[in-house]
């Protein structure tokens, strides 16, 4: 993986910084909520002890029926249509039997709804004298003149039938609707008397069943008290509370069973809507910071029935407050709900909400995270990228040069090191004394050979000299075999002498050549009749062109060079192969190849065949005599000369190897007049 990739990757780390700024928004958020909602609840406790000072505000305690408002008058015809969606009362169920009631107000006028389960029914009239003993309502009514009780019962659908208990006429005029369903669900509505201030009602159903004594469901039974307290929303309640709202709260009375009964204003009801965030915006600020429940049926502004946790709580005697997140309007309400309490009777709760009012305060906090995080986080990629593209360039530039400060046959080129004071910079100059300390290594290890065959020649002489001046006579024959090793010896290394002084001299005659125009042609073929007989029994061929071809070198060298080639081939090539010297134009010279059979070129010593003292010839290859593998490495000094290079390969059907010289030419130099 590239540098500057790997730095790009690093550099996503950086997206810890908006993650850990939007956690520390969340938490200061957070904290702002929780001071608003306890101001909130400050505020509710408050009102709330305003509230119970009026006494008559307040809910009834305990149980009690709650008249809900109607949206349109009731038709009387048992279908119960034109009733709100509301959860009626129920009461304790009998064997078989079971008793609902809903009540219902519009305007002076009450309406009661009832529901009848009955398994085994026993139906009459109510003027019948078995009414008594029958299945039927028992309706009381308590207003400013005591208390009045009927009896409801029809045999048949049609409209209600009422008289006094006692079977006589009826003291009170209602109008309603009986409709049985079926054999088991009988549907009753009725209207109350209209104008008649009614404080207290009281409903019961006799469930009068063949083989036992009659039941009673409803009110009266347990506890027994027969009436229970009516109670409806109130308008006196609503217009006390909206004197005392703030605009930007919302409030509501709910009695001890969850109802409203009272509400007044509503959350920013009078914000400029142009000033508001778009709706998009706050549904994601509220989705990034907000973590709350969204809102239940009863945190709706229309809601009849609260059942919210902290409403529920309060109901227990408990104040408590909670977040709410609106599903449908992208908003956030605090609700606070506090106990009313008259005389250390619970009468209801008083529920207070207001819409979290750092929205604004939150949408610019994080919209100046967001950008000056994503800013922070491009200004640092940028720089870790061109960072990155720089030192990998140094890098690079720093390979490259290592690599052309050795060439191909390892000679040590200069080398440029940085002067830049870093741990790049100081690795370039670590490089530069290597490489300085290899090419001083090499310099002396190519003077070492005109240094040894110069030191060498004396004592060589002196030996040879002493062991030619013994007398062979007065030796016996394993003296003299000793003096013979001791002079073969000798040659053999006035052999290595010779070669070391060799390479000197064809490295002081480089330095002194002189460039001539040659026709390779003629002298390549001149070469070839006197390698002839040095080759023989192998077959030399000769591959030429047909006109001449002239090259500005040094002829002298050129011979010795391809000496050195042929010799090398004579050394490799079996007594029945082949030696073959061709020579073909090039694009900007020549290139002199001699091929011959024979193995291939070992891999080991491939690369390294045309360095000085690198020899792979076997000992039988070598006839007994020294090789110091000087020659191939002359070979390369000639073609540098001539601003070319030595090349070895193997021949491409395998038969042998080919070595190629390709030669520019020597530089022409300028006459000066």
């Known amino acids: 993986m590239r540098l500057r990739t790997q730095l790009a990757l690093v550099s996503l780390t950086l997206l810890l910084l908006p993650w850990a700024g939007w956690q ?317 309490a008259l005389n250390g009777e619970l009468r209801g709760a008083l529920v207070l909400q207001r819409e979290h009012q750092n929205l604004e305060l939150s949408d610019q906090a994080l919209s100046q995270l967001v950008m000056t995080s994503l800013l922070a986080m491009l200004a640092a990629i940028a720089v870790l990228l061109w960072y990155a593209g720089r030192l990998s360039r140094r890098i690079r530039a720093l390979n490259e040069a290592t690599e052309r400060a050795i060439s191909a046959e390892g000679e040590v080129d200069q080398f440029l090191p940085s002067s830049v004071a870093d741990e790049v910079g100081d690795l370039s100059r670590s490089f530069a004394r290597l490489l300085n300390e290899v090419g001083a290594h090499q310099a002396y290890l190519r003077g070492l050979a005109g240094k040894l065959s110069h030191e060498l020649n004396t004592p060589i002489a002196v030996v040879r000299g002493a062991l030619e001046n013994i007398d062979p006579a007065g030796l016996d024959s394993a003296s003299h075999s000793c003096v013979e090793r001791a002079l073969g010896g000798i040659e053999r290394l006035s052999g290595i002498v010779r070669g070391m002084s060799e390479a000197t001299r064809v490295e002081q005659a480089i330095a002194n050549a002189e460039g001539e125009d040659v026709d390779l042609v003629a002298m390549l073929g001149q070469c070839a009749e006197s390698y002839r007989p040095l080759l023989a029994p192998r077959e030399l061929r000769l591959d030429l062109p047909s006109t001449p071809l002239r090259l500005h070198c040094s002829p002298e060298l050129l011979v010795q060079a391809l000496d050195k080639l042929i010799d090398n081939a004579r050394s490799f090539c079996p007594a029945d192969g082949w030696v073959r010297l061709s020579l073909w134009p090039a694009a900007q010279g020549v290139v002199v190849a001699l091929a011959n059979s024979g193995p291939r070129l070992p891999e080991a010593a491939r690369y390294r065949l045309f360095e000085s003292l690198v020899s792979v010839r076997s000992h039988e290859r070598q006839g007994g005599a020294a090789h110091l593998g000087l020659g191939l490495f002359i070979v390369k000094l000639v073609a540098e000369l001539h601003a070319g290079h030595a090349e070895a390969s193997d021949l491409a059907d395998g038969s042998g190897v080919e070595f190629s010289l390709r030669l520019n030419g020597m530089p022409r130099r300028r006459i000066e007049r």
Not at 34 to 49: E, T, V, W, Y
């Open 24 to 340: 520390l928004l969340k938490q200061m958020d957070a904290l702002l909520r929780q001071g608003q909602a306890q101001n909130l609840l400050a505020s509710a406790d408050l009102l709330a002890r305003n509230l119970e000072r009026s006494r008559s505000l307040l809910a009834p305690g305990g149980v009690h029926w709650f008249a809900h408002s109607l949206a349109r008058m009731p038709r009387l015809d048992g279908e119960f249509s034109e009733w709100p969606a509301v959860e009626p009362q129920r009461f304790a169920a009998a064997a078989g039997s079971q008793l609902t009631a809903t009540l219902g107000q519009l305007g002076d006028s009450l309406y009661l709804r009832v529901q009848v389960r009955d398994a085994s029914p026993q139906p009459a009239d109510a003027h019948w004298a078995r009414a008594a003993q029958s299945d039927h309502l028992r309706l009381a009514l308590e207003g400013p003149n005591g208390l009045v009780e009927l009896r409801l019962a029809n045999a048949r659908n049609g409209a209600l039938l009422s008289t006094a208990l006692d079977g006589g006429p009826a003291p009170l005029r209602l109008s309603g609707e009986w409709r049985r369903r079926n054999d088991t669900e009988l549907d009753v509505e009725i209207l109350l008397p209209t104008g008649w201030p009614l404080q207290t009602l009281g409903l019961q159903w006799q469930d009068a069943a063949d083989g036992r004594a009659p039941q009673w469901l409803g009110t009266g039974i347990d506890p027994p008290q027969l009436t229970w307290p009516v109670w409806s929303e109130s308008e006196r309640a609503e217009q006390w509370l909206a004197r005392r709202l703030s605009p930007e709260m919302r409030a509501r009375l709910i009695d001890v069973d969850g109802w409203v009964y009272a509400r007044a204003g509503a959350p920013n009801a009078e914000r400029d809507d142009e000033s508001a965030l778009p709706w998009w915006k706050q549904q994601l600020w509220q989705a990034m910071l907000y973590d709350q429940p969204a809102f239940e049926a009863g945190d709706r502004a229309e809601a009849r029935r609260i059942e919210s946790e902290e409403v529920w709580q309060a109901l227990s005697g408990k104040p408590a407050a909670a977040w709410r997140r609106d599903a449908e309007a992208p908003r956030l309400l605090a609700s606070a709900a506090v106990p009313l």
